[in-house]
């Protein structure tokens, strides 16, 4: 019993963090407008014609007004397990729940982006993308990416 008590405590508690640090991240001033400011800064650099331009920041401008919403409403999936966790009643597979409509809410943001850049690119082409794209996300950099801290040693095996 003691030790299911615990394992309860341990659950809760990781919740609670991973709840918390994307919380404190929002709060941190510029966080969620930085992608597309940098991305429009990039863009007016490249030579566009004018209607391309004026694409480009339709394009801009609907996905702010989609990321807004959905922004929104992961703000409430996360109040609404801030809610849970500070209530004694939720249960456990209430709570993993509510963390799994968290990370599907996340993936949508994450595939919208995706699809943004796909956007981009089909509209200004993969030449000038290229240019605008920050290093690390560029291939063939062997030294950025994914694992990039495994080979400066921060994650050792």
């Known amino acids: 019993m003691k030790s299911t008590f615990r394992n309860r405590r341990l659950v809760v508690a990781a919740l609670a963090a991973a709840v918390a640090l994307p919380a404190a991240a929002w709060a941190w001033p510029g966080h969620g407008r930085g992608h597309d400011e940098h991305f429009e800064r990039r863009i007016e650099r490249l030579d566009l014609d004018e209607a391309t331009r004026a694409q480009v920041e339709a394009l801009f401008e609907e996905a702010r007004e989609q990321r807004q919403s959905q922004r929104e409403e ?15 009643e939720s249960s456990e597979a209430a709570l993993m729940e509510q963390a799994e409509q968290i990370s599907e809410l996340k993936l949508a ?4 982006r ?15 993308l290229a240019e605008i794209l920050p290093e690390r996300h560029r291939a063939g950099r062997g030294d950025e990416g994914c694992d990039s801290g495994r080979r400066r040693g ?3 095996r």
């Open 74 to 88: 992961l703000r409430a999936a996360h109040q609404v397990l801030h809610e849970m966790l500070r209530s004694a």
């Open 109 to 112: 943001l994450q595939k919208d």
């Open 114 to 128: 995706i699809a943004r850049m796909l956007a981009l690119r089909d509209l200004i082409g993969p030449e000038q």
């Open 154 to 156: 921060l994650f050792r």
